[in-house]
């Protein structure tokens, strides 16, 4: 049986997260664009690039980006949304071993939750020494990921709605234990209620401690820790977000 990434992100996947906003994508992109201080035209590696959200904003702030991500379905959908080719290459690959040769890119950026999928812990720490690999010396690097204590206390275990473009229904069911936050998703069509295709997703909890010890093991070096898109100080118990940024150390 294959890894649930690879089943769950195909074209379910562009409707399960339709909602999500482009517009938004950008901005959130400009601030953290402006943590790593970048000169224009700097080499950005976007690692997990999904649909193209964030490569483009990248993109359109001036730099010269890279999107790498396993899903062909997801690339598809962003080379759509890339027709006047403001991103540079958008890649097929394996974050674990990225496809490009060492000392590549000037940055690299992880966002949204793109990390932590690997049931060997061993692979989400592969992840980190291929992006000190690539990186250029002193390179910088942004992984935003979510914060394990607040995913706990705010977790919704339970939601559904219907797809207003396609009418299909979709059920999302959540849990955290273990060490992972679990989302088991259904699709169903009204028409064909026996038509049902279920995926999972699983992501695992790292604390932040987690990441100070892998990051300096990998060769890089944690600078600043925010908690959310507007840059404020991460807060373990109030925090959404671990928005971590640093460079390859010396």
Not at 76 to 105: C, T, W, Y
Not at 213 to 232: I, M
Request: charged content about 30%; some cysteine.
């Amino acid at each position: 049986m294959s890894n649930w990434y690879e089943r769950s992100f195909g074209t379910d996947y562009m409707i399960v997260y339709r909602h999500r906003n482009w517009d938004q994508a950008a901005r959130e992109v400009e601030t953290m664009a402006g943590w790593l201080e970048l000169s224009l035209g700097a080499a950005v590696l976007d690692i997990g690039c999904g649909m193209g959200r964030h490569a483009l904003a990248l993109a359109q702030l001036g730099y010269e980006v890279t999107g790498i991500d396993l899903s062909e379905a997801l690339l598809r959908m962003a080379r759509e949304h890339n027709a006047e080719e403001r991103i540079k290459s958008l890649v097929q690959g394996d974050m674990r071993e990225l496809p490009f040769a060492d000392d590549s890119f000037d940055a690299t950026v992880n966002l949204f939750t793109s990390f932590g999928y690997f049931e060997d812990e061993a692979d989400n720490r592969r992840v980190l020494r291929e992006i000190r690999r690539v990186l250029r010396p002193q390179g910088v690097f942004l992984i935003d990921f979510m914060n394990p204590v607040y995913v706990k206390e705010h977790l919704v275990p339970h939601s559904e709605r219907t797809d207003a473009a396609t009418g299909l229904h979709i059920s999302e069911r959540r849990t955290a234990a273990d060490g992972w936050v679990v989302k088991q998703i259904e699709i169903t069509a009204q028409d064909h209620p026996d038509a049902c295709r279920s995926y999972e997703e699983r992501v695992r909890l790292f604390p932040l401690s987690w990441f100070e010890q892998a990051l300096a093991e990998a060769g890089l070096e944690l600078q600043r820790c925010y908690g959310d898109y507007e840059g404020n100080s991460y807060d373990e118990q109030r925090s959404p977000r671990m928005i971590l940024k640093g460079r390859a150390a010396s």
